[in-house]
């Protein structure tokens, strides 16, 4: 039996254009409102790190569910949208080659409730979101070590510096998208495998990169 290779999906910004929703959302819950320039600075790094958003929990590493305050504004929201058309479209398609995960920021079942709404969930093999762990890199890590693959077998597909970063921690490379948080300036501070701006070029990359 061949073993497929990883490809790890981020969930906002790469599969749904959800900053906006995501930016609603956290200003109504943060103790002082901020412009979306400024929220995408929150994604530099781990965004649970930040210190506006760590100061909503006391432990934030074991309260993340849907009840929390950020999640009951974003979910109902994020129900409403629709998958980005053509990385819907993809997304089948590579689950024929690859072993797809999603390592996301937000909460497992609202991203699996989400993917089941458009047909897709059954393409993941898993889901990975806040409420399993905060951190990425540990996500990542145990994807690795539950497939019996090593850094150079995956990659992953994420709009955001401090996914790449977080990436980069456990060796593996990223292929960032510029439809979503961070523009080509700030992705690039991670030193990412590629950047693309089309779905054709992020499938010729992840081609490229596997061989």
Sequence with gaps: MITKKLLLFDFDGVIVDSPKISHDSSNEILPKPIDLA???????????????????????????TD??????????????????EQVHALIPVLAERFSLFVVTSTTTGAVSRFLEQHGILSSFKQVLGS???????????????????????????????????????????????TWGFHERADLEKGSPYAIVSTVEELTQKIQVFFG
Excluded: W
């Design 38 to 64: 400024a929220y995408r600075l929150f994604f530099h790094g781990n965004i649970f790190e930040h210190k506006d958003v760590a100061d909503q929990s006391t432990d934030v590493e074991l309260k993340i």
């Design 131 to 177: 409420d399993i762990d905060t951190n990425k890199s540990r996500k990542i890590t145990n994807v690795l070590k539950s497939e019996n693959m090593s850094p150079v077998d995956c990659l992953f597909i994420t709009d955001t510096l401090g996914d790449i970063r977080e990436a980069g921690k456990v060796g593996v490379q990223s292929i960032a998208v």
């Design 67 to 84: 009840d929390h305050p950020f999640y009951q504004r974003y979910i109902p929201r994020l129900m409403t949208l629709s998958p980005i």
